[in-house]
């Protein structure tokens, strides 16, 4: 049988702790803050913009419900009439080949 190998030993140390700079934590604390006052703002900012943008989407909603109403039930064909058109503006029935009733009579 052969002698077993020889290993050196490894000898791991400790790292040292850092010098602490009072002032360069200081000013890190006070970035922090300054960021977490802007983060806070920017979150305000975005809670209203969506209340916002719900309010405008639910008029939107009401806007869309009462033109496809006006359409549907024949009072823009009415006011196209009332005015002496013989056709309304393109997109306002349901179907684009779909005569108006103005163009059928």
């Known amino acids: 049988m052969s002698p077993p190998l020889h290993r050196p030993k490894l000898i791991v140390q400790p790292a040292l702790p850092p010098a602490v700079d009072a002032d360069a934590v200081t000013q890190l604390q006070r970035t922090n803050v300054e960021l977490t006052?802007?983060?806070?703002?920017?979150?305000?900012?975005?809670?209203?913009?969506?209340?916002?943008?719900?309010?405008?989407?639910?008029?939107?909603?009401?806007?869309?419900?009462?033109?496809?109403?006006?359409?549907?039930?024949?009072?823009?064909?009415?006011?196209?009439?009332?005015?002496?058109?013989?056709?309304?503006?393109?997109g306002l029935y349901p179907r684009s080949g779909q005569m108006s009733p103005i163009d059928q009579g």
Do not use: C, H, M
Not at 55 to 74: C, I, K, Q
């Open 37 to 90: 006052k802007q983060l806070q703002e920017q979150a305000d900012t975005i809670l209203v913009l969506r209340r916002d943008l719900a309010g405008a989407n639910a008029r939107l909603s009401d806007v869309t419900g009462t033109v496809t109403y006006f359409v549907t039930s024949g009072v823009v064909v009415g006011v196209a009439q009332w005015l002496g058109r013989r056709s309304l503006p393109g």
